[in-house]
Every structure is written in C-alpha cells, then in structure tokens.
C-alpha cells in the first residue's frame, strides 16, 4: 500500500471530496452551492446577521464571502440593506424564496448526510462525528 493512503490528510481530503460532490449533487436541482446553504444555515438560525457576522460564524474571509453574498443576492437567495442604527453596516436577510426552501433544502441535506454516512453503523456515525468536531478545534 502507498504511504499516502494512510495519511490523514490524503483519506480527510478525499473524504471531503466525496461528501461535497454528494452535497452539490443534491443541491444542483435548487440552484445552490453547499457554502452558499452553509450561509442560508446561519441566516435560518439569526437572520439579519453581517458579513462579518457570518464569515466569523461560518470561518470564511471577508473577500470570499462578499462575492458569494453577491451572486446569492443576485439569485434572489438574499438581500442587503442597511442597518437601521447604522448605516456603515450591511445587514444580509433571507428572501421570500430562501425561506420556502428551507424544509427542501434541509432534506436535501439530511438524504446527503444518510447517504455518506449509510456504510457506518450508529456507533461508528457518533464516533465519527466527535472526532472530527474534535479535530477541527
């Protein structure tokens, strides 16, 4: 066996690469990109968050998610609009259409989830996810 295929970054990047085709495949019908529903998850669960907010929250750079926020706001997921206190920041809300999505988008996700998780057993799923919560601090 090559030494590459028991290094962990080798087998999490190519993990990573199977569970995010999963992910983008799902999501394909609805138009989305699966970093694009990591910020519909954020703003399902505080809407009204900052650009900052959000990139802090989801470990995204500024630059980065400005032209996200862009092309989502283009694609009617969001909308910009000035905050009420002050206006030197930009607060994203959902859209109409982002909000009626949302039990879709969440199955999609859920079906992606049960389906790169269908070889592991309950014990197995648990430990996986605990490791890698772990890892990722």
């Known amino acids: 066996m090559a030494q590459y295929e028991d290094c962990i970054i080798f087998l999490l990047a190519k ?7 999963n992910f983008k495949q799902h999501l394909l ?7 694009q529903h990591l910020i519909l998850e954020a703003l399902w669960e505080e ?6 907010e959000i990139g ?3 470990v995204l750079d500024n630059a980065t998610l400005s032209g996200i926020l862009d092309r989502m706001s283009e694609k009617g997921w969001v909308h910009k609009a ?13 859209s109409d ?4 999505l949302k039990p879709l988008i969440l199955a999609e996700r859920e079906k ?6 269908s070889i592991l057993n309950l ?9 890698l919560k772990d890892i990722r601090v």
């Open 112 to 117: 992606s989830n049960e389906e790169i998780l």
């Open 29 to 35: 019908p609805y138009g989305i990109t699966p970093v």
């Open 82 to 94: 000035n905050d009420d206190e002050d206006k030197r920041f930009i607060r994203i809300h959902l």
């Open 15 to 21: 993990a990573y690469q199977k569970a995010h085709g």
């Open 123 to 131: 014990e197995e799923k648990v430990l996986l996810k605990r490791l």
């Open 56 to 58: 802090k929250r989801l």
């Open 97 to 100: 259409k982002s909000k009626e």
């Open 47 to 52: 809407e009204g968050l900052t650009a900052s």
